[in-house]
């Protein structure tokens, strides 16, 4: 499968699906769930609806810290 945000391909063990039918790695829906609660105190339990890209959860994280 491959991740809806970083687009790298994992193994079936190695990354889940949401009922919208998109599929995350782990450190990518971590980072996009981490950023979003520290920076607006919620997030969307989707992460491609919300807009969100590997490189764009890098930079928030790093803004936060």
């Known amino acids: ?7 790298d391909t994992f193994p079936n063990d190695q990354i889940f699906g ?3 039918n ?3 790695c782990r450190d990518c829906y971590s980072d996009y769930l981490m950023v979003k609660i520290n920076s607006e105190g919620k997030a969307s339990a989707c992460a491609v609806k919300a807009g969100s890209s590997r490189h764009w959860a890098r930079r928030e994280r790093a803004a936060a810290q």
């Not at 499968?1 to 687009?7: E, G, P, T």
């Open 1 to 7: 499968q491959h991740c809806s945000v970083c687009f």
């Open 18 to 20: 949401l009922a919208c």
């Open 22 to 24: 998109h599929f995350f």
